[in-house]
């Protein structure tokens, strides 16, 4: 099977939160399995090393005909195509800019205008989250004539249906796609052309991160407004667990934490959390409990319910490290709440190696999302034997077993209501469990057995591509 992996992040090359985690793995775990997946990204500021310029290709939109140079780079022996158009993409930054519409939906065009120049015709075509999601659109309406294109097959991945990519009506008639498309059975979301839309109805096959998630889409709650067509296209919408690349993160033998350590020699991982209590200017009290918390600070992360549950948590003698970055209102509540505590820490910035330090050194990781559609961050604590305390949404649902309900097979702790008090008692009975020691280091084998590598997944991606093609 030939595919085209098209995303706006893959790690290491580009990352800000976890698509960018599973663009870096999920190829080279379909690859080890025999397929040839391929890459494609665009060329941003921060992307400096590349390898081959395959040399210039044209892409029609916007009325005009505009060139682009291909260029090549590689993630871990994965090829990765560059499309490298300085105006658009040579910032530093990944999102977040006026023109994203722009950017993004000349993305979604130049991955089919590259084919010819990479030489490359792929089975599928993969598109994930809001940035490629166009692609199905031109496939299915301006190639539909071109021999050359008539035999690939699109498959769209909503990793967050939070964002949608919504442009005006001027952005829709700029890309050139047919004027049918425009209504509410094409592209069109109450007056403005939307991206996800556009991937959830033009393509073969669409799936969302976690089995749970896919069902949750379908209600108002989740749904964001695209509920209602979610749940007609239900016989086509599945759901596939996200996993975790077991390389990068393996305490095994992990370069960036001070002390590694396995499940049998766990005992070791008290070296990495006095580590984490130095580094933090915490007291380096091997008794008190460690709460760490890594992730985007915004709404979806359950802020909301953080930071009022936050000092409260505190009182029960416990210690936490948080590192994150996102909405400002969220940042500086923490930086305030932090300044006074002596047990409390906030970095707020993106640093990938305090964040292996974090996964390593803290008792337990938090993890309150208002909603998650997988959520990688429970994932990678438990590879690192750091027990989890997450509500129960989208992919948590699917990954961390209550430990109170289920105590042979639990693996974290689990509340429901979108409360700080529902937080605030799951953090003490993760605590109370602490302190009680019983079964406390086994609780933490048991988080490191549990397996959320690549394995499984991506093998159920490679079924899931063959599906296409009755399609
Ligand atoms: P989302 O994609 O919604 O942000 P996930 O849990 O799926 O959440 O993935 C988040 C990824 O980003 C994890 O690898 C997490 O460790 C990483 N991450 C988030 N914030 C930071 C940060 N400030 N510094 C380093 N890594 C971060």
Redo the contacts with the bound molecule.
Sequence with gaps: MKVLFAAAEAYPLA?V?????VAGSLPKALRSLGHDVRIALPRYGMIRSTKEDLGAFPVRIGGTTQEAHLLTSSIDGVPVYLVDKPDLYDRPKVYEYEDDGQRFGFFCKALLDLLPAADFWPDVIHCNDWHSALTPAFLRTLYAGDERYRAIRTAFTI??LQHQGLFGRDLFEWTGLPADSWGPEGVEFYGQLNFMKAGIVYADLVNAVSPTYAKEIRTKECGFGLEGLLGSRSSKLSGIL?GIDYDVWNPARDAQIPHTYTKSTIDRKAKDKHALQKEAGLPADPKAPLLGM???ITE??GLDILLPALPRILELRAQAVI???GEKKYEDLLAELSKGADNLVAYL????A??HRIYAGSDFFLMPSRF??????QM?SLRYGTVPIVRATGGLVDTVTDVTQDPKKGNGFVFSDYAPEALLDATRRAVEFYRGRRGWKALRQRAMASDFSWNNSAAQYARWYERSRGA
């Design positions: 990352k939160g976890g698509l960018g985690d990793h967050n996200n890594v992730s985007r979806q992360k590192l994150g970055t910035k993106y640093d990938e305090l964040a998650e559609p997988c959520g990688l961050g990678i």
